[in-house]
């Protein structure tokens, strides 16, 4: 052997050797450089021999299916369920930054649930990215969204709609990456108003902005005409996608008791980032909690109906157009129809599964408090501990000064 030959370099001939050589070179590479490749280049991994395909091995097994059940092993995936979105490539767990509530949730599509009764679809999404219009403290933003912003498009539906017919709206802030601090909101403008409302909306933010003009995209409107009620509840659910991972609902179908409010949301759940003001969400007096209690109305959501099927259904909208006598004849109105169709045979099921279902959710909730108590007694057993170590230091040093 030459003092320059490699002692690991494959004999001529040997095809195995050499495919193995080759590929512990690749998988060396692999490493050093973050794994950047495709996965069949990591997988490529199981043809070498050496240190480093090995730890490759080890890392993401030897094919797909290998990587697939360590994948499941370490983050199990929610179980799939006629009443809930599945979201296999949603994150499970909270990353930094101020997210939306359960409570929250709930009050929001309780709103828009309740605005739909009384026979307004909120279906037209405005978003205002504030650091372009000059204004990055974020309660100064939330300050101008309630009285430069809100107020003064209070008094513009007022004119422009006579008849009592109240203003409605809601709004969530968010911190994006990309756009820094913005307001996405939710609102409900007759077609017919819609162009002028664009060019009010347009004035309304030149004499909100601190900078020099109004960028072109520093708001933008979405109000498509068509299927407003399918519109409304594909907005509604965007808006919540920054909810917590680990934000619940109680709920009266199927086996369990809760229903986490993500799988309630058809829209992947994002990262809200540090909102840094007062108030997260916020809908307007007509359509808030008071409002609400005072007309006696309560949302499925608020009953625990947690199911996707009949959430987005839009029957209080058909409930306003049967009570009014209004015209049902109009493609959304059969739309709604066949919806009510479908969520009655829904519930004629539900009816037949519900005695197996609640000794189900019985038994979900033992389990609940029987882990409750466990996490309990663990946590005074750990501070016990604490304090005995923290005794006999003391005395350690006692003694040591002694």
Sequence with gaps: MTPFANEHQPEDGDMHNTISHEMEDRVRHLRESGYPAHMRDVFAARWGSGEHSQIMQCIFGLNKDEFALGVEREYPRWESSPYLFSKPYDYERDGPGRYLTASQCVDLYSAVAFANSIGLLMDVHVSITWGL?????????????????????????????????????????????????????????????????????????????????????????????????????????????SVSATAEVSSVVGTSPFARVAQLILSRRGRPGNVRCKKKCGVSNAIGKQSRRKAGFRSLMERGVADVRRLYAGLEYLGYLRRHGEDISSDNARRLIEAERQVNEIEEQERENARRNAKARRAARAVRRVQAEEEKLSQVRSERFQKEQTELTQRALMLFRL
């Design 133 to 241: 219009l000059g204004i990055e403290d974020h309660s100064e933003a939330a300050k101008a969204l309630r009285y430069e912003f809100f107020k003064h498009l209070h008094d513009w539906y007022r004119h422009k709609v006579p008849g009592g017919r109240p203003f409605v709206w809601l709004y969530v802030h968010e911190d994006g990456r990309t756009h820094g601090f913005h307001t996405h909101i939710l609102t409900a403008i007759p077609n017919e108003l819609r162009p002028a409302f664009r060019k009010w909306v347009e004035a309304r933010l030149t004499a909100i902005s601190r900078a020099d003009g109004l960028h072109k995209d520093a708001f933008e409107i979405r109000a498509a005409p068509s299927d407003p009620i399918y519109r409304q509840w594909c907005w509604l659910q965007y808006l919540l996608k």
